[in-house]
């Protein structure tokens, strides 16, 4: 099934000045430390395995003498540039227990692992290539989901913070069986609400491990979201179907809960919930996300094959006929965006006497 959503690696897009501009506008362009390819100078690596033996496809790469002092030290300012106002106050009580680097996907990304020596805690930051795609996505997923993501921009270098959650394929094999019928229930609900999310704002290729549960106790239950952790694919395919959760093989065991607890009738109730506060998120940061859009309608990051292709799915899915003067992925989201906050304002219009 993958094969057939997902055609080719999708290349990676610059960011061009406009986008830039934007970044700069909304404090995500700060000048930063470290960059990508200072990383890369790595000396050797050796292989990261999980708690059962596996490869985990990261190694953990180290440095020679001379330039580790000097890339820690980056790093850890990096650190409160991100997470704190940059002063270095606090510096000396943190420190870099690991700096891992992925083998596998598109961005390549290397994984830094900073702990505070006062209390032991610890956190994850991630350093990688800057690609337009990935950056609306970001953007994206802050404005439009329940979950806001902090991350930094300077020259060719992007920096994200870590989404806290289990991988959702990790939960399938390791939680999923121990979740009572209510969390099951809890979870579908969920899934549903998620699948609706990632197809608004064309979010592809959210297979099991692109995204996290995240459980949290409320009380007497357990309430479970569904966050996504990679942006790589955003507004890239031409075919809808990879905008669908769903369709993907690896989320077959959310699909069949779905299917096994929740009746037609909630599939639709969930749907219309997701929609509307996905409306009432546009409506309410309506300038950033109009000058988000702006950037995007003059970007080039698809193919005119697939900017088509999309766009007639989508006259076929929603029977908006709008869709078909779109030239761009920009233009696609734009004319999403406004059939989603139409429909939302038409159910929820008043005359009042």
Same mark, same amino acid.
């Given at each position: 099934?993958?094969?057939?959503?997902?055609?080719?690696?999708?290349?990676?897009?610059?960011?061009?000045?406009?986008?830039?501009?934007? *970044?700069?506008?909304?404090?995500?362009?700060?000048?930063?430390?470290?960059?990508?390819?200072?990383?890369?100078?790595?000396?050797?690596?050796?292989?990261?395995?999980?708690?059962?033996?596996?490869?985990?496809?990261?190694?953990?790469?180290?440095?020679?003498?001379?330039?580790?002092?000097?890339?820690?030290?980056? *790093?850890?300012?990096?650190?409160?540039?991100?997470?704190?106002?940059?002063?270095?106050?606090?510096?000396?009580?943190?420190?870099?227990?690991?700096?891992?680097?992925?083998?596998?996907?598109?961005?390549?990304?290397?994984?830094?692992?900073?702990?505070?020596?006062?209390?032991?805690?610890?956190?994850?930051?991630?350093?990688?290539?800057?690609?337009?795609?990935?950056?609306?996505?970001?953007?994206?997923?802050?404005? *439009?989901?329940?979950?806001?993501?902090?991350?930094?921009?300077?020259?060719?270098?992007?920096?994200?913070?870590?989404?806290?959650?289990?991988?959702?394929?990790?939960?399938?094999?390791?939680?999923?069986?121990?979740?009572?019928?209510?969390?099951?229930?809890?979870?579908?609900?969920?899934?549903?609400?998620?699948?609706?999310?990632?197809?608004?704002?064309?979010?592809?290729?959210?297979?099991?491990?692109?995204?996290?549960?995240?459980?949290?106790?409320?009380?007497?239950?357990?309430?479970?979201?569904?966050?996504?952790?990679?942006?790589?694919?955003?507004?890239?395919?031409?075919?809808?179907?990879?905008?669908?959760?769903?369709?993907?093989?690896?989320?077959?065991?959310?699909?069949?809960?779905?299917?096994?607890?929740?009746?037609?009738?909630?599939?639709?109730?969930?749907?219309?919930?997701?929609?509307?506060?996905?409306?009432?998120?546009?409506?309410?940061?309506?300038?950033?996300?109009?000058?988000?859009?702006?950037?995007?309608?003059?970007?080039?990051?698809?193919?005119?094959?697939?900017?088509?292709?999309?766009?007639?799915?989508?006259?076929?899915?929603?029977?908006?006929?709008?869709?078909?003067?779109?030239?761009?992925?920009?233009?696609?989201?734009?004319?999403?965006?406004?059939?989603?906050?139409?429909?939302?304002?038409?159910?929820?219009?008043?005359?009042?006497?």
């Amino acid at each position: 099934m993958q094969q057939k959503l997902i055609s080719q690696k999708k290349p990676a897009f610059p960011i061009n000045e406009q986008l830039y501009d934007y *970044l700069t506008e909304y404090n995500r362009n700060i000048k930063i430390p470290v960059f990508y390819d200072d990383l890369l100078r790595f000396a050797g690596s050796i292989v990261v395995y999980d708690k059962n033996g596996e490869d985990t496809l990261w190694v953990r790469v180290y440095y020679s003498e001379h330039e580790r002092d000097e890339i820690d030290l980056s *790093l850890k300012r990096m650190y409160m540039i991100l997470h704190g106002d940059g002063s270095e106050d606090s510096l000396p009580f943190l420190t870099v227990d690991a700096i891992d680097y992925c083998t596998f996907g598109n961005s390549k990304p290397f994984r830094v692992k900073v702990r505070n020596i006062l209390n032991d805690n610890h956190t994850y930051l991630y350093v990688k290539k800057a690609d337009a795609s990935r950056v609306y996505g970001l953007e994206l997923e802050h404005i *439009l989901s329940p979950n806001n993501i902090n991350f930094l921009i300077y020259k060719d270098t992007l920096i994200e913070e870590h989404v806290l959650g289990i991988p959702g394929d990790v939960f399938i094999a390791e939680n999923l069986n121990t979740v009572s019928v209510r969390g099951k229930k809890r979870i579908s609900k969920e899934f549903v609400k998620f699948n609706e999310r990632c197809m608004i704002r064309l979010l592809g290729d959210m297979r099991s491990y692109n995204y996290v549960i995240v459980a949290s106790y409320d009380f007497d239950q357990v309430e479970y979201r569904i966050r996504a952790m990679d942006f790589d694919q955003q507004s890239f395919e031409g075919n809808l179907k990879v905008y669908f959760p769903q369709f993907f093989k690896e989320n077959y065991p959310f699909v069949k809960m779905v299917t096994d607890n929740l009746q037609k009738e909630s599939i639709e109730q969930y749907k219309k919930e997701e929609r509307s506060a996905i409306a009432r998120r546009i409506k309410g940061a309506q300038e950033r996300v109009n000058d988000l859009l702006a950037c995007m309608v003059n970007d080039r990051i698809s193919t005119p094959e697939k900017i088509h292709q999309l766009k007639m799915d989508l006259v076929e899915y929603t029977k908006d006929k709008n869709f078909k003067k779109c030239n761009s992925m920009g233009e696609i989201l734009k004319v999403a965006f406004d059939f989603v906050v139409r429909n939302y304002e038409n159910v929820n219009t008043y005359i009042i006497r």
